[in-house]
């Protein structure tokens, strides 16, 4: 297996674990394992890593705000352009027909690939170096990644003028998804109380949820109301 990270592994099995999607495991030979259950450790860790940074580097801002810049830097779109300079999509390992659908340009895929990374670090090299890898691939454009919270958390901005308006938090449903695995299309909707205001439809659900909420921001339903 070929490193081609900035760093080096100890375990270089573990490399090629975070590497390999589970559409690969049927076509390889011998005992192999997909990137899913580093990419649930990594997750935690990237949470961690985030929480503690703008704890740490935003002593001024409350709970609510720390949330909102926190779901900007993790958020599937931010992760994936991070594997997209580390060149992840070239190294992933999946199986030919995911490869020859898109796979390796995949955003979700790369995302979750680059979470399995941070997991197989954290394993390899303990905590404090999955905590540099993060930093240096992912914090370093800070200013812009904490921007974005402000501009695209369109979640964050209706549960707050809800909860102002009609002391109330959003519902969020999932109503349908459909497409192949590597390329889904998400559609949900959200409701204040029993009514339908707003409906969206993304390559995630949390994309998907960004959508509605944007949709029951500007519904003519809500400023009448």
């Known amino acids: 297996m070929v490193n081609f990270l900035p760093l080096k592994f100890i375990n270089s099995k573990l490399l090629e674990t975070a590497l390999t999607h589970r559409s690969a495991i049927n076509e390889k030979k011998g005992s192999h394992q997909s990137n899913e259950r580093l990419e649930f450790l990594g997750d935690a860790v990237l949470e961690l890593v985030v929480?503690?940074?703008?704890?740490?580097?935003?002593?001024?801002?409350?709970e609510g705000r720390l949330t909102q810049k926190r779901a900007a830097i993790v958020q599937t779109k931010t992760?994936?352009?991070?594997?997209?300079?580390?060149?992840v999509g070239?190294?992933?390992?999946?199986?030919?027909?995911?490869?020859?659908?898109g796979g390796q340009a995949n955003v979700s895929l790369l995302a979750n690939t680059f979470e399995a990374l941070i997991g197989a670090v954290y394993l390899d090299q303990g905590f404090t170096k999955a905590a540099d890898f993060i930093y240096q691939n992912l914090l370093q454009n800070l200013n812009l990644l904490l921007n974005q919270a402000d501009i695209h958390d369109f979640k964050s901005q209706l549960q707050e003028t809800w909860q102002k308006r009609f002391k109330t938090a959003p519902k969020y449903q999932l109503v349908n998804s459909f497409g192949p695995d590597h390329g889904k299309t998400f559609i949900v909707r959200v409701f204040l109380k029993q009514k339908l205001m707003g409906e969206g439809r993304g390559k995630s659900k949390q994309a998907a949820e960004q959508v509605a909420a944007k949709s029951a921001i500007i519904s003519p339903c809500l400023k009448s109301n």
Do not use: W
């Open 90 to 101: 070239q190294n992933l390992i999946m199986s030919k027909g995911e490869k020859k659908s």
């Open 79 to 87: 992760l994936a352009a991070a594997a997209f300079k580390l060149k």
């Open 51 to 62: 929480s503690d940074f703008l704890f740490k580097t935003c002593p001024h801002l409350p």
